[in-house]
């Protein structure tokens, strides 16, 4: 039986991508292509592990004015919506592509909740998470969930007792780590701004993860680079591996894949070594396309082949 996955995206967004040869700042910039697709951290996570053959259910809050948009596409992709909705729209967030594979984001605030709504959905999620067998925690937080509820709500999941992977950044990011979550994923500028200093070589990231982990309790963090790949510190173990150079159309949910595929390795019972190739896999895949997902199996089982790992001394 296909484990049951439960991500969760408290803040998700329509994604209006355009691609342009040069931003220009000031200026009347004309793009050459444009998408609008539904997305937010957990919803990305979600269709990546659709793909990869998992029973995915999705959570979180959704603005009820453009809810239509979002519920075609979990019905399209075969997502098992339990999102709770609220008043308002969920929120566009702006991606510019340029030509040498530049992105500039204007990620916009999104709906507004009230404690009311937040204490609704945390017993939703709780009853979700006892069926669940892995939960995905990803993306910001929307207006009137304070980071500090917002590590409150992650302290309950993390209390039903199943693995819980955890992606967020700044504040939201600090207050969530210490509801001790099983796994997270900052990338190194993230984890530079929780350390609040510049971690400019492998050392210092190693340092910083290893600080992290032992300050909150974390089993697992895993620190990715981009191009430059991706360090995981996995218990006492320190892992590496490097995606070969990619053609990047766009990076957006490079990082949503990349913890698909640790949430799919970890929920199957694979080793470091193969969660950690398949990661990679997805990931770079995720950057030679718009969007999210891994529709060809043949396209991922050749890039699994071009993945470097290896576990470092
Ligand atoms: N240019 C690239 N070439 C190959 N692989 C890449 C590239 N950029 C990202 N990746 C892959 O994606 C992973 C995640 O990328 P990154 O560190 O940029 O995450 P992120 O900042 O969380 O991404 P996101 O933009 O989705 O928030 C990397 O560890 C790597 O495996
Ligand atoms: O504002 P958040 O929730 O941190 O990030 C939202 C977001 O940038 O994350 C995804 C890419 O990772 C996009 O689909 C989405 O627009």
Do not use: C, Y
Request: no cysteine; hydrophobic share 50%; net charge negative.
């Amino acid at each position: 039986m296909s484990p049951v996955l439960l991500t969760i995206t408290l803040n998700p967004a329509l994604d209006l991508t355009g691609q342009l040869a040069q931003l220009q700042r000031g200026a009347v910039n004309v793009m050459t292509q444009g998408n609008l697709h539904p997305a937010g951290k957990g919803i990305n996570v979600a269709r990546v592990l659709k793909d990869l053959g998992g029973q995915v259910q999705v959570s979180g809050l959704l603005g009820a004015d453009n809810q239509g948009e979002f519920q075609q596409l979990f019905a399209a992709e075969g997502l098992e919506d339990h999102f709770q909705v609220v008043p308002g729209a969920t929120r566009i967030n702006v991606k510019l592509v340029e030509a040498d594979g530049e992105v500039t984001e204007l990620n916009f605030p999104g709906i507004e909740v009230d404690e009311a709504a937040i204490a609704q959905l945390q017993q939703h999620l709780l009853a979700l998470a006892a069926r669940a067998d892995l939960l995905v925690v990803a993306g910001s937080l929307p207006r009137g969930l304070s980071p500090e509820r917002g590590a409150e709500l992650l302290r309950a999941l993390v209390a039903v007792g199943k693995p819980v992977l955890f992606d967020s950044s700044k504040a939201a990011l600090t207050a969530g780590l210490t509801a001790g979550p099983f796994l997270v994923k900052p990338n190194e500028h993230e984890l530079a701004e929780w350390a609040g200093r510049p971690l400019e070589s492998r050392a210092a990231l190693m340092a910083a993860a290893e600080g992290l982990q032992h300050k909150h309790g974390i089993q697992h963090v895993v620190v990715s680079r981009g191009a430059d790949g991706v360090l995981w510190r996995a218990g006492e173990q320190w892992w590496r591996a490097q995606p070969p150079r990619m053609s990047v159309v766009s990076t957006v949910g490079a990082g949503d894949s990349m913890v698909a595929g640790l949430a799919w390795g970890l929920a199957q019972g694979w080793s470091i070594e193969q969660t950690l190739r398949l990661a990679s896999a997805v990931s770079a895949l995720a950057v030679t396309q718009v969007g999210v997902g891994v529709k060809d199996k043949a396209v991922l089982e050749a890039m699994l082949a071009r993945i470097e790992v290896e576990q470092l001394a």
